[in-house]
């Protein structure tokens, strides 16, 4: 069975930084892109970035500059290295494999 699970989320001040983890098994994920989405509270669920097989990546506007997402291969791992956080990046953190989600990790920008 194909899981992939997050973790590194909590609560930040803003302007702080955090490092959210996607643990992938049952399947190569080396093999195909993965991505982080974000849903806010009483917004719909949002595209953060992607990266490809190759490691070309992608990410939207509100985060350019900000976030960065890498992938370890041996390890099955994406990652998402967000700096500079604001309040308006409070939300769940998914990572997405095809047509696979995580459970999501909670991110609060908060002082």
């Known amino acids: 069975q194909v899981q992939l699970v997050e973790s590194g989320g909590g609560l930040v001040q803003p302007g702080g930084s955090l490092r959210l983890s996607c643990v992938g098994s049952?399947?190569?994920?080396?093999?195909?892109?993965m991505a982080w989405y974000r849903q806010a509270p009483g917004k719909e669920r949002e595209f953060i970035a992607h990266?490809?097989?190759?490691?070309?990546?992608d990410y939207a506007d509100s985060v350019k500059g900000r976030f960065s997402i890498s992938r370890d291969n041996a390890k099955n791992t994406i990652y998402l290295q967000m700096n500079n956080l604001k309040v308006d990046d409070t939300a769940v953190y998914y990572c997405?494999?095809?047509?696979?989600w995580g459970q999501g990790t909670l991110v609060t920008v908060s002082s």
């Open positions: 997405k494999w095809l047509q696979v």
């Open positions: 990266i490809s097989v190759g490691g070309a990546t």
């Open positions: 049952g399947s190569t994920f080396s093999a195909h892109g």
